[in-house]
């Protein structure tokens, strides 16, 4: 058992020498730049900074080594407004089902809806002759197991998909994650993942063709024009987190503890290949696990510089949560929302639903 965690963590630290030979010159070289987007509700309220502790579906996004603590069944919806007043939608969709004693499969389906853009053409820029929709897709798939009672780790393989009416893209990515627990309580976490690394890919398609009269001639000739391939937005997230139990505390069926009472602090560290690395603070509050508050702060240098600044999330984030049972058995169902801090227009939000059976 631990041979195979020893070699995840060795693979991890191999392929990470690429990620981190990065640097901020190169923000805007890599495509995909959706992969860098958590849809979901909940974890995003923390700003990305429980790489440590995401559990279930949402840990797909930040370390799939996460997965693994999925109980038994867990269904998430999440509908992100990105960036508001750009009327630029995600729509999300997970499922996660435990096999056996450890191992936990998943599924995620994101969606990506610009709405309406009108065609223009070099007679006619105004429009006026149609419009068309983007359409932006990324499905995972993933497998997650506990090795022991303290460390865990995951693969998610990501089908990308870009694609207009005659000009598209494709390719697949690899996040692979582990992830380590101690302490009394399980209270101390940490977690290292590598996320988005893959083969470059290009577009291709009609839309890249063009017609031209030839000189001096009747004849129209097709030309083809060529693109660059762009490489995936890789990075690694190395992050920790501690829980604080200001109550008595009960240990579940599953291993999990539960107090009246708990504030987890958490931080991360985001290495990006193509753009400035972050600092990622979060802190949560709950209650009974029932009701559940929480904040991040997502740090860059020279974040407030409008010409220096890379990205556009950063800043505070908000969330909460409310879960409730719905049996006995502990089955329960959450309705999470979040908010996050924008440079540029309105802002973030997320609402999501999420079933646990």
């Known amino acids: 058992m631990k041979k195979i965690t020893y070699t995840i963590a060795l693979a991890l630290a191999l392929i990470s020498f690429d990620a981190f030979s990065g640097n ?3 923000a805007g070289e890599a495509g995909a ?11 995003s309220g923390w700003g990305g900074s429980n790489t440590a502790s995401a559990r279930g579906i949402e840990a797909m996004n930040l370390n799939i080594a ?4 999925t109980k038994n069944t867990e269904i998430v919806f999440s509908n992100t407004r990105w960036l508001s007043g750009t009327d630029i939608n995600l729509l999300s969709f997970g499922f996660a089902k435990k096999l056996g004693e450890a191992g936990v499969m998943g599924i995620s389906v994101t969606r990506m809806n610009f709405g309406e853009i009108d065609i223009t053409t070099a007679d006619l820029p105004d429009g006026g002759i149609g419009s068309f929709q983007p359409n932006y897709l990324n499905i995972g798939l993933a497998y997650s197991k506990q090795f022991s009672n303290s ?5 998610v393989v990501r089908i990308i998909s870009e694609s207009t009416a005659d000009v598209n893209a494709s390719g697949v990515s690899i996040d692979a994650g582990v992830a380590y627990k101690t302490a009394k309580y399980d209270a101390f976490k940490f977690g290292i993942t590598l996320r988005n690394v893959g083969p470059t890919t290009k577009y291709s398609g009609n839309g890249l063709a063009i017609q031209a009269d030839k ?7 097709t030309f083809q ?22 109550s008595d505390v009960d240990e579940q069926e599953d291993g999990s503890f539960v107090a009246d009472h708990r504030i987890t602090a958490s931080g991360t560290f985001t290495s990006n290949s193509f ?28 974040a407030a510089d409008e010409v220096e600044s890379r990205t556009t999330s950063v800043g505070p984030t908000l969330g909460a949560t409310i879960e409730v049972p719905t049996n006995s058995s502990g089955s329960t169902i959450g309705i999470d929302y979040s908010y996050r801090v924008t440079r540029a227009f309105d802002g973030t939000h997320a ?4 079933l646990a059976f």
């Open 24 to 26: 901020e010159d190169r």
């Open 33 to 43: 730049s959706e992969l860098l987007i958590n849809p979901w509700a909940r974890s």
């Open 66 to 69: 996460g997965l693994a603590f």
């Open 151 to 155: 460390i865990s780790g995951g693969l």
């Open 215 to 221: 000189q001096n001639t009747d004849q129209t000739l």
């Open 225 to 246: 024009r060529r693109t660059n391939d762009f490489e995936l937005p890789s990075l690694v997230n190395i992050g920790a987190s501690y829980d604080f139990y200001l």
């Open 275 to 302: 753009t400035k690395d972050q600092i990622r603070f979060g802190g949560e509050y709950a209650f009974q696990n029932k009701f559940m508050f929480r904040a991040g702060y997502v740090f860059e240098t020279d």
């Open 351 to 354: 609402i999501g639903l999420r």
